[in-house]
């Protein structure tokens, strides 16, 4: 078996390194993907989004959320800009916070096939309500250091 060189390793990725526009929705955004380099051992990938923002489907008015998504890859990982303009792609898209949440960790789930996927939706209130959505698919591997997602439950002014 011959080892690729990095530009072979890597020529499928059209996003990364180029001008890479904001898709105008969640289904035009592309996912692109990688061989895990590190495929003889189960381990955590975790991608922090703070600033999430998606729209109201009813209302238009803006939603804000703080997403925690962890993964035990199996033979693929995400490309993090990819991931970045996928997420960015929902500030003009209109649903849901349990379809936003759950729908950003199936389409993970289709383009990577992890071992293991969660992602905790912290949503700021509106209507006086925060809502907090939670997705998973998959067993978490045994023996795999998952740290808490630390994000606390909203206590408002406190």
């Not at 975790?46 to 238009?60: A, I, Y």
């Not at 949503?123 to 045994?142: A, K, L, S, T």
């Amino acid at each position: 078996m011959s080892k690729k060189t990095h530009s072979e390793r890597y020529e499928n990725l059209d996003l990364l390194g180029g001008d890479s526009p904001i898709p105008a929705s969640p289904d035009q955004a592309k996912l692109e993907r990688v061989a895990n380099p590190v495929t003889n051992e189960d381990y955590l990938i975790r991608f922090v989004c703070p600033e999430f923002t998606s729209l109201c489907p009813v209302t238009g008015q803006p939603d804000f959320a703080h997403l925690v998504i962890d993964y035990a890859p199996g033979q693929w990982i995400v490309e993090s800009k990819s991931l970045k303009l996928f997420m960015t792609s929902f500030r003009n898209h209109g649903d849901f916070h349990e379809a936003c949440t759950v729908g950003i960790g199936q389409r993970l789930v289709k383009e990577i096939a992890p071992k293991w996927l969660r992602i905790g939706g912290y949503w700021y209130p509106r209507g006086g309500i925060p809502i907090d959505v939670f997705y998973q698919n998959g067993n978490q591997p045994e023996g795999l250091w998952v740290p808490e997602q630390g994000v606390a439950p909203y206590r408002g002014r406190g």
